[in-house]
């Protein structure tokens, strides 16, 4: 399982590949690049050996300098889509994911969060409900073994 370090310096790519680069991205978080690069690579601390985490607070400022929302380089987005990665790749949820508008990553990602996990500022009670319609309606669909293909059915 990946610690919290693994899974923001993960995420920390993503924003990178949405950037175009770790110029780009170093640039947007107020960095220079090899700070960036150091941090997105977690460099080994010369005394201790191990690699560098990153602060709480480093993050929260990361996260609003690439307009994401708060907590979101704490949840582990891609690992929660992945069953394998043959799977992944089969599909191209990952490739669909990501030329998503921030918008849309931003629901998906609201959808994947664990109990406990805090929720994005943009999600307010009415959020909520609707989400929680959503997934009831999700499941009474899947509970009467319909498929993708019964979607298809129904349009027609």
């Given at each position: 399982m990946k610690d919290i370090d693994e899974i923001r310096r993960d995420n920390l790519r993503h924003i990178e590949q949405e950037c175009g680069g770790p110029s780009a991205?170093?640039?947007?978080?107020?960095?220079?690049?090899?700070?960036?690069?150091?941090?997105?690579?977690?460099?080994?601390?010369?005394?201790?050996g191990k690699?560098?985490?990153m602060r709480k607070e480093t993050a929260r400022r990361i996260e609003v300098a690439a307009g994401k929302p708060k907590g979101w380089l704490d949840v582990d987005h891609l690992g929660a889509l992945k069953t394998d990665s043959t799977s992944l790749k089969a599909t191209g949820i990952e490739e669909k994911y990501l030329s998503l508008s921030k918008e849309k990553q931003s629901v998906i990602d609201y959808f994947l969060l664990s109990d406990g996990e805090?929720?994005?500022?943009?999600?307010?009670?009415?959020?909520r409900a609707y989400a929680d319609s959503l997934k009831l309606?999700?499941?009474?669909?899947?509970?009467?073994?319909?498929?993708?293909?019964?979607?298809?059915?129904?349009?027609?």
């Open positions: 991205t170093a640039e947007l978080v107020g960095m220079s690049p090899g700070q960036f690069v150091n941090l997105r690579d977690g460099a080994k601390d010369s005394k201790t690699a560098r985490g805090p929720a994005p500022e943009w999600v307010d009670r009415d959020a309606k999700a499941r009474g669909w899947l509970e009467r073994g319909q498929t993708s293909s019964d979607i298809k059915k129904n349009r027609a």
